[in-house]
């Protein structure tokens, strides 16, 4: 039987699998990486650098270049193969049913180029509609971000407003044609507290009014816990924990969750030394057989020598752990 459009995911990641060749050898940066979200959904996907969180949003888009490839896997957006789209089916949607926003806005935004003119080009690209029309709704969508004279701003070249209004405007180009999915990489990690608060709740805003399914990649658990429904955390290129964002960061069953949640300052005490996760991450081209976190984790045993795979140890909780929950883990992190 086929599933009602309501039942159907907005994206739904099947074993995604993405490489490059180098000359040292084939780099699996991202490894059987798996999950869905539904309209309306936002996920957090937050690792420590090197972890596959933007390969993994890049591989969605479809923007890994030569020499990386997709070498493995289903990207389903709608029940739609995007992986098997060709080049011309691809575009249709990106910027249009599909949208990124990057971490630099200097990447969607043309230093040359006035404001007004990037957005009615991005309008007219994907619907028709006069010059007038498209000013008016570029004019809109500025107005939705919170940005204060929209009409002095579409009047306005890039270097002309402060990185925060570029941000927004950048998250307005996104949100033009209400898409149906957006990936935001990290966009406001460089901003002060106060503008990425307020980007936060107008961008959660957006994505609940128009059922815009969100990824929000970052290293920032603070940000998440504040913005997402769902919670995917990765390490060397795997997902090692997924579920409700709250069930996660209140009780996580995996050691490096565990390890992330106690290395947040705020959970010291004033005077102690900051927690740290010990050692270091492993060399994509060299991973180890088993357990990726083996050689880092207090808890890691002869089991860890075989790859976990992931399992459903509690309801909705998604675990790549020979032994999700492990005595003391909550006692880590108290």
């Not at 960061?249 to 005077?271: E, F, M, V, W």
């Amino acid at each position: 039987m086929n599933p009602t459009p309501q039942s159907t995911p907005t994206l739904d990641v099947r074993h995604l699998r993405t490489q490059f060749d180098t000359r040292a050898g084939v780099l699996t940066a991202v490894d059987d990486v798996s999950f869905s979200l539904a309209p309306g959904r936002i996920m957090g996907l937050v690792g420590e650098s090197g972890s596959g969180k933007s390969v993994t949003g890049f591989s969605i888009m479809g923007l890994v270049d030569a020499p990386g490839r997709i070498a493995g896997g289903e990207i389903l957006f709608q029940g739609r193969d995007l992986v098997k789209l060709s080049p011309r089916e691809r575009r249709h949607l990106q910027g249009n049913r599909i949208a990124m926003i990057f971490q630099d806005p200097m990447m969607t935004l043309n230093p040359v180029l006035r404001i007004d003119a990037q957005m009615i080009e991005a309008v007219r690209a994907h619907r028709r509609a006069s010059s007038a029309q498209a000013r008016e709704i570029a004019r809109e969508a500025l107005g939705a971000m919170g940005i204060p004279s929209p009409d002095a701003r579409l009047r306005a070249y890039p270097h002309q407003l402060s990185g925060g209004m570029r941000q927004r405007v950048a998250i307005a180009i996104a949100m033009l044609h209400r898409p149906d999915l957006i990936i935001a990489d990290e966009p406001t990690t460089a901003l002060d507290v106060t503008i990425q608060a307020q980007i936060l709740s107008e961008v959660q805003k957006l994505a609940r009014e128009h059922r815009t399914a969100l990824i929000w990649i970052t290293h920032d658990l603070s940000v998440v816990a504040g913005l997402a429904d769902e919670l995917a955390v990765m390490y060397a290129g795997r997902i090692v924990e997924r579920g409700d964002v709250d069930a996660v960061l209140d009780a996580p069953q995996h050691p490096y969750t565990a390890g992330l949640i106690a290395s947040l300052p705020s959970l010291n005490r004033r005077g102690e030394r900051l927690r740290q996760i010990p050692g270091m991450t492993p060399n994509l081209l060299a991973m180890p057989a088993g357990c990726a976190f083996a050689s880092r984790c207090a808890h890691a045993s002869s089991a860890c020598g075989a790859r976990p795979e992931l399992t459903e140890p509690l309801p909705g909780r998604f675990v790549r752990c020979f032994h999700p929950g492990a005595a003391g883990l909550a006692k880590e992190i108290a």
